[in-house]
């Protein structure tokens, strides 16, 4: 399982004394305002900044780090992603999952059949949707229901899913 979660990105700087604009990753924004620090990561190295504080504007994160003081500096981060530990990350219902821990996980038929590993996950709104992908490269699209969705061990890295008619 991941250690670290991407809660966000850093996208622009706001304003002149240091505050970054970030892109959130996460369904409740106001999270952010729980964190006293976080980890900015890019292809090279793991960083951890303290956080000083935290504004919103529309559907952006507006925030201060401590020692990060003028524009400058704050185009710096530019890109960089922010990453908090497994241990900061919200609790989630029974039944609920990172997404992080579903992708790669075998995806299996009741029957016993691998039919992939879930390679992308998406919203519709409603439900969402697993992308399986097999062996071969074809993609199936499981809807994120009861009726299809029948056990999830995360712990064996493995789905049980009922293919319902029309699904493949």
């Known amino acids: 399982m991941q250690q670290f979660f991407e809660i966000g990105q850093?996208?622009?700087t706001f304003g002149i004394k240091g505050m970054v604009k970030v892109v959130p990753y996460t369904d409740d924004?106001?999270?952010?305002n729980d964190l006293e620090k976080v980890y900015l990561v890019n292809k090279k190295e793991k960083k951890e900044y303290l956080i000083e504080e935290v504004k919103y504007q529309k559907n952006m994160i507006l925030i201060k780090f401590k020692?990060?003081?003028?524009?400058?500096?704050?185009e710096n981060l530019r890109n960089l992603y922010i990453q908090i530990p497994r241990e900061n990350a919200i609790k989630l219902e029974e039944g609920s999952y990172y997404i992080a821990d579903l992708i790669g996980i075998n995806v299996f038929t009741e029957e016993g059949e691998n039919i992939g590993k879930i390679e992308d996950i998406y919203n519709?709104?409603?439900n969402d949707i697993?992308?399986?992908k097999d062996n071969l490269g074809k993609q199936i699209l499981l809807p994120a229901i009861k009726d299809v969705i029948k056990?999830?061990?995360l712990e064996k890295e493995k789905m049980i899913v009922h293919l319902i008619n029309g699904l493949i």
């Open 29 to 32: 924004i106001t999270r952010f």
């Open 124 to 126: 519709t709104g409603s």
């Open 130 to 132: 697993y992308v399986v």
């Open 151 to 153: 056990e999830i061990d």
């Open 10 to 12: 850093i996208v622009n």
């Open 67 to 74: 020692n990060v003081n003028s524009i400058e500096e704050a």
